[in-house]
């Protein structure tokens, strides 16, 4: 029996919010996730038929095959899901877009989508997609996706520069119990707490051409604001009348 256990890359996916929404909502939600995540896994070049998949109230647990790389999985696998989330959200009804939360586990792990799965491996990937810290992130934030992996696979794949991923993209949380794990909100998203953009500023004006308010004229002096009028100078400072120059 215990020859049936062995260490395997575990993906555990919640719609947020499912729930609370209607029978039929429900049902279009479960539609598009698994749509989206069939998108996505095509695009990364994962083989998906390949997975080991039991439905869950309102997500997915899979445990995937040896060959599908974990590098993979982590990085561009995650950008096609928040791409896919994206276009499938473009062309739904409020009630019925996606806001995910996917955890990402390597853990021990024995049976099969027909009979069930056993061990940590599953469980620990169930009460990371489940945990408060993911679900506070989207409650407070705007984020569609959030993303929760295990201290082994930061570990292991982050930390060992094995993706495009930066230890600096991810925060450490508590995900119950004392167990560590560590969020990430793919795109950029702002995390809730993140201080507001400041809005960006108007250059100050420019400082005036010497002469530009009068149109070229000197700004001040003894012909400031003068006219000529029939042949004499009109000013503020000087009346001189030409005539009377020899």
């Known amino acids: 029996?215990?020859?049936?256990?062995?260490?395997?890359?575990?993906?555990?996916?919640?719609?947020?919010?499912?729930?609370?929404?209607t029978a039929r909502m429900q049902e279009l939600i479960r539609e598009g996730l698994r749509g989206t995540l069939d998108v996505a896994a095509g695009r990364a070049r994962l083989d998906r038929p390949s997975w080991g998949r039991a439905g869950e109230v309102g997500g997915e647990l899979a445990v995937l095959?040896?060959?599908?790389?974990?590098?993979?999985?982590?990085?561009?696998?995650?950008?096609?899901?928040?791409?896919?989330?994206?276009?499938?959200?473009?062309?739904?009804?409020?009630d019925g877009r996606l806001r995910l939360r996917l955890a990402i586990h390597f853990g021990m792990t024995a049976g099969d989508a027909a009979g069930g799965f056993a061990g940590p491996g599953p469980v620990v990937a169930r009460e990371l997609a489940g945990c408060a810290a993911a679900r506070d992130v989207l409650e407070r934030g705007t984020a569609e996706l959030v993303v929760i992996m295990s201290a082994g696979v930061v570990e292991d794949t982050v930390a060992g520069q094995l993706t495009s991923l930066e230890e600096r993209d991810l925060r450490e949380v508590d995900a119950g119990g004392g167990r560590r794990a560590w969020l990430w909100l793919p795109g950029g998203a702002p995390w809730p707490d993140a201080p507001p953009t400041p809005e960006p500023t108007s250059e100050p004006e420019p400082a005036p051409e010497p002469g530009a308010a009068s149109g070229g004229r000197p700004a001040?002096?003894?012909?400031?604001?003068a006219h000529i009028?029939?042949?004499?100078?009109?000013?503020?400072?000087?009346?001189?009348?030409?005539?009377?120059?020899?």
């Open 1 to 21: 029996m215990g020859r049936d256990f062995e260490r395997r890359l575990v993906l555990a996916v919640r719609a947020h919010g499912y729930g609370t929404r």
């Open 220 to 225: 001040g002096g003894t012909f400031a604001d």
């Open 229 to 246: 009028i029939a042949g004499q100078v009109a000013g503020r400072d000087i009346n001189n009348h030409f005539g009377d120059r020899a």
């Open 65 to 94: 095959p040896p060959g599908e790389p974990e590098s993979v999985v982590c990085d561009g696998f995650v950008h096609q899901v928040r791409a896919a989330v994206r276009e499938h959200n473009r062309l739904t009804a409020a």
